[in-house]
Structure formats: structure tokens, C-alpha cells
């Protein structure tokens, strides 16, 4: 019987969302309220597309949380752990955002759009009930809202030419999670350089949504010379990157020390921001488990991991793969997850439980070494 | 073309889900991060078990907030501005939870498990983050967590005799959202008198979810005899019922007094309750519109609404249907929405786009005066 996603008020559709139901969503989630295209029925065309070509994915549900007024950046800095003093207007900047007791809540790229005007590009949670208590409950003067603002992402190496096709050669000056306001056929933009992949992208933030089939539409024109097809996250890219997924790989406890985020986090400021108590005990003491790529023995795995797999030495519990795939680029099956510390800069051969069968497994240091060359997406 | 739901590490599956599966779930959401069964292939049948007989849901998409500690009662006061004077163990109660402007951000049922120990069960966000906010900025002594708590509904006029025969007598005494702790072949359950209908019935906390397969089957055994069988909230129910569903019926500035909760909120009391100066404020000025039903003229709608429906006078926005569907029983086409508070008691024929075309309407109290005779639930 076929398991069907129900369309209804309460999920929010994309303002990509008949674009990409024309372009043939196959599967979808919700995130951030939002329907959420994550599969168009081909997974290998759509990594091949990723790491060989071009892939639009309609990213709206990167909801942006503003915050606007003579206090914006002073709440953001108390938002985050990460030191702040060298921000620029134009310039993104990833930052973990931790709760008092250190657990990382979300982990958005910060778009300082104006000396009083921040957005927050958020993954799957309220963060907007977050920023907001924080900001009442401290008395700053700022607005807080959602703004009409949808991310359209274009990622993969033939990226930046479709990018300078369609907006010009500065696309080439824009750093990395550098952003530009712009206007494309009168439609009102800001073009990043970003993107949930380790392929090289841009996102183009649409902040009217009433043009969303357009916008939609103009990057497929001008994509198709390159060869650009619909496309979402990729799980096996995003395993092989060794990119975060909020929720699947963290928990009510995970802490940015386990996720090797040490450099983003700066405990002397001189700052009360929140967590900074909790995690300077949690540095005190050193992080108990520590994020790592394992490596799985045995047939390649068919399809991704439904659930986590539990990773055991000897029987006891030691760990988890929350993210597991075959990997066509490097002929090996592997996975994403927290390992306890001491494993995990050890040869020490682990067990995973994995839906197909027990594996032997090996823990690496993240990113995967995958070889850059083009292969073809195939198993 | 199909349109699947994904099934993936990143939503988490209830202790249902199973039973669920084998019981033939046709149409999923997500909800707090959960998959939610949210209709078995055959509303009628499903929505004629409601009102008829009885029907068994899994809503272990209602989260709990679990908040314990010597503050545990302080921090559940400021966080609604219902009055909790004579709240008591054991007895359950709707807690509107408003932001510091007056926002309704959430609309659980409280559960006082015991004096220093409080349960929110929650519509679908984060409360928990804001729970966490409000209670660390306010340096509260109380610890906030999501147990491992996952109701099952039994739902409709038949349900009181199905939980007797499992429970015994003593379901007869609870009162409207009382609840009580209790053990049912070595498993340990709360049971209360509530659920997300009209129809009468009850909600089973399992309180360890390796049991979920156990206590269905359980449910499903007890109520053969009085033709249990599978259900969700009801959408053609809810609407007749005037139920309100947050973030479907609700915005980012919807107020508890546009909503009609005035009997729950309390501005005298003597406490800093979180939003107190902006509901005093909306409440000297009135709201600007308010929660009715909506009668709908012509052909009955085949299938609820997909999205919000806009209401005109002339050619005005004057107020939205956020949920319309036939209703059987009534044999009319209703709805449910805010309406500008100048036609919430008007005769005025108002008008209506549905995705069926424009109809006229007419403005209702609520909840519908449905009949309580036994019909067929069909067109």
C-alpha cells in the first residue's frame, strides 16, 4: 500500500512548491512546517547531478528568522558562543547555537544584512520561540519575525556558471557564505554563496514569494545548457562531506564540543551569552563522545539507514551511525555518528547493527577523502 | 505519480508505528517531529467510527513537557495566563501558553502528575525551548525534558465501555481531563478522560515505549467486540466540534481573545506571567477578529481544504476559512476561521473562494449544533 504525505493547511507549501511538483517530486518530508522535496525517484542521477554537474533544490524550508532593531546584534551575540567581533555586513557565517545547558539547538548561517537587521537561516526547529524568549526576557529592543523569505539552492561544479550566466561575473567575487542584494527581472533577491553540500553553490534567497514559479523557471533556463535538474540534499554527499543534520545526528545532549566544533566556540569572551557556564564545565572535563566517519565492511548497502544504527565493542554500546549509505565515489559503505572518545582515534574494529546485517566497521576522521575526479554514479 | 512521505533517522517514529503500518496507515504528516498516521484510506468509515462507535488513534505525536523541581509549579504559572490557583494532582487542564506579545504559541493540556512534578502535552512546536528560556533566564530550579511518554486515543461514544472492560469501574469516576496512574499487564500507563474529539474518550500515556505493540494490541482486543478500529483527529469532526488546531487556525499574531479563551485568562492575578502586558493591552482594545463557524452554500465539498480560503464583503478581506469539509451529519458544507469581529454576529452573506469555486456564507458561534442521533456517514 502506498504511503502517502498528506497536503493540508497546517504544512505550509514552498513558494517553489508547483515547480517542483511539475518537476516530479517523488518523496517528501516536512521540515520547519514545511513540505519539503527530498527525492524526485532517481537517487543516483540525482548525486551524479551533485557531484559531476548542476542541482536546483527548493530549500524554502531554511525558514530565516530576522531580527531587526538597535539590539539585533547585540541578541545574536548572546545567541551564539561564537566570537562575533570581526562580523561584516555581506559576509554569512555559520553559527551553533547552544541552550544553558550547552545541548546545541540549532546551527544557522547568520546573514548580517544591515547594522540593525540579521537574519538567521535555520534548520528544523522553532528557533524563533528561542530567540524571542531571550530577547523579551532580557529586554532588548528588537523585532523578531519570519520573514517572506525562501532559499533556492543551486549546487554542484557547473554552479558558479550558471550563477554567472544568469547574474554576471561578480558572482565570482563573493566569498564563501558571502551574499549580495540584487534584483533579476525585477524580482528582488540576495544571492549567497552556500549551500548544504561540499560541491561548490550558491542559494538565491527569494524574498517575495509570489514569484517563486518564476525564479523556479529562469534558473532552470538558465541551467539547461549545463544540464540542471531538480535535486535535494543528498544523503550520500552530505555523508561523505561530513555535513551536520540537526536532529538526525544530534540529540537533547549533544554538545559542539562533541561535533569538533572547538574553533566556534570562544569561551573568554568577555560576553554573558547563553550556554557559556555549561560549556565551559563541558570543556573542563573534555567531550565524551566525538563526531566520526565510520567505515562498514561487506555488500554495499542498498537505500540509506531508516533508523540509527547502535555501534558496540565487545558488546557494550559505544556509539551510533545516525547516517549510513554506499558511497559510488568511494566504493565503500559509509556513515556519520557519535563515537565514544576513546574510540575514536583508534584501529579498534567495531560492530554496527545495521538494517542489512551486522558490519565490521573502522572510525575516520572527517571529511571522507573522496576522490574529486568524475566517476560515474553507479554501484 | 505517487507522492511518498520519506522515512528517515531525522523524524522519529512512534511506538505505534508498527501496529499502525500493519493496520494499513494510507497518509502520514509530521508532527513535533514525529510521523503521524493521519488517515487509514477511508475517511467516511473512519469519521462514522468516530461519531458512532469507537476508534483508536495513535497521537504519540502529543509530546510531553516534562518539568520537575522545586519551580516546577512557579514555571507552569508564568507560562499561561490561565489561573492555576486550585489546580489539583491528578486533574488535567487547558493551559493557553502565550508570548511576551500575546501571541498564542501553544495550547496544551497540563497533567499535575505530583507537586513538584507537571506535564505539558503539546500541539506541534518546540515549547520546549521556550519552556527552557523562560525558565533558565528566570533562574528556576526545575530540570525540562521530553520523557518517554506517547499517548494512544480511544475515541467515540462507545469508548467508555472498551476502557471499562480493560480498566475497570474507576473510569466512571474520572471527571473531564482527570487522569490516574495505573499498571495494566505489567505495563505502566496513565489513563485520562480526554482526546481530540467530541465524540467522548479517553488517552493512554505509555509511559515505555517498547511496549507500544503490547498495549495496541491490548486496545484493539478490548474493543473487537464493540468494532474497534483505526482512526486519527478527525477533520470533518474537529471542524463540526470547533476545535482549534494550532498553526492551521493560528498565526504568528493570533491572540487567545480573538480565539474566545477569555474565561482563561486571567490579567488580575498577582504574577509576572509571560505576555501580561501586551493581552492587557489587547484586551483594552478588543480584538480585531474572532474564531467562528462558517455555513457554506452549494454542491458538498469533495475533501477538506488544501489551503486557507479567503473570505470577502464586497470585495473586502474581511476573514479566512482555515478548515472547511462537508459535514454528514449536519448536511452542510461548514468551516472554521477568524472572522473581522464587525461580522462575527452579522446576518451578512460573506463570500467565499474555495478551491471548489466562490460560495456564499454565513458567520456562526461555535461549536455547529450537530445532532446526536446515530446516521450513516455518507453523502
Same mark, same amino acid.
Given at each position: 500500500m502506498p504511503q502517502n504525505i498528506a497536503f493540508g493547511p497546517r504544512i505550509r507549501k514552498s513558494p517553489f512548491f508547483d515547480a517542483t511538483q511539475s518537476a516530479g517530486v517523488s518523496h517528501y518530508s516536512i521540515y520547519n512546517k514545511m513540505y519539503f522535496p527530498v527525492s524526485y525517484g532517481d537517487p543516483l542521477a540525482e548525486y551524479d547531478r551533485l557531484v559531476n554537474g548542476v542541482a536546483m533544490w527548493d530549500v524554502a524550508v531554511e525558514r530565516q528568522v530576522k531580527i531587526k532593531g538597535p539590539n539585533a546584534l547585540d541578541l545574536v551575540r548572546v545567541l551564539? @558562543? #561564537? $566570537?562575533?567581533?570581526k562580523i561584516t555586513i555581506g559576509q554569512g557565517r555559520y553559527v551553533p547555537i547552544c541552550d544553558h545547558r550547552g545541548t546545541l539547538i540549532n546551527d544557522p548561517v547568520l546573514l548580517p544584512i544591515s547594522q540593525d537587521e540579521y537574519w538567521l537561516s535555520i534548520a528544523d526547529n522553532d528557533l524563533i520561540l528561542w530567540a524571542r524568549a531571550i530577547a523579551y526576557e532580557r529586554k532588548m529592543l528588537v523585532d523578531i519575525s519570519e520573514p517572506d523569505v525562501s532559499p533556492l539552492a543551486v549546487q554542484g561544479p557547473k554552479a558558479k556558471q550558471v550563477m554567472i550566466d544568469m547574474f554576471g561575473d561578480w558572482i565570482e567575487e563573493l566569498k564563501y557564505f558571502g551574499f549580495r542584494y540584487t534584483i533579476y527581472n525585477g524580482i528582488e533577491l540576495f544571492v549567497s554563496r552556500s549551500g548544504w553540500s561540499k560541491q561548490g553553490g550558491y542559494e538565491i534567497y527569494l524574498?517575495?514569494? #509570489?514569484?517563486g514559479q518564476h525564479l523556479w523557471d529562469a534558473v532552470a533556463l538558465a541551467g539547461a545548457v549545463h544540464g540542471i535538474g531538480p535535486g535535494a540534499p543528498n544523503y550520500i554527499e552530505r555523508i561523505e562531506s561530513g555535513l551536520l543534520s540537526l536532529g538526525a545526528d544530534t540529540d537533547d545532549d549533544t554538545n559542539p564540543f562533541e561535533l569538533c566544533m572547538d574553533k566556534m566556540i570562544d569561551l573568554d569572551q568577555d560576553l554573558d551569552f547563553v550556554g557559556k557556564e555549561a560549556l565551559k564545565r563541558i570543556h573542563s572535563i573534555g567531550p565524551a563522545r566525538l563526531w566520526r566517519g565510520y567505515v562498514m565492511d561487506g555488500? @554495499?548497502?542498498?537505500? @540509506? $539507514?531508516?533508523q540509527r544504527w547502535p555501534v558496540t565493542v565487545s558488546g557494550m554500546p559505544v556509539g551510533h551511525v545516525s547516517a549510513g549509505a554506499y558511497s559510488p565515489r568511494l566504493k565503500k559503505n559509509i556513515g556519520l555518528g557519535l563515537v565514544s572518545s576513546h574510540y575514536a582515534d583508534s584501529d579498534a574494529l567495531l560492530v554496527v547493527e545495521t538494517e542489512h546485517g551486522e558490519r565490521t566497521a573502522q572510525v575516520t576522521r572527517l571529511p571522507f577523502d573522496v576522490p574529486k575526479a568524475k566517476v560515474q554514479a553507479t554501484q
Open positions: 551564539t @558562543p #561564537r $566570537n562575533l567581533d524574498t517575495d514569494s #509570489r514569484w555488500e @554495499p548497502f542498498v537505500g @540509506p $539507514n531508516v
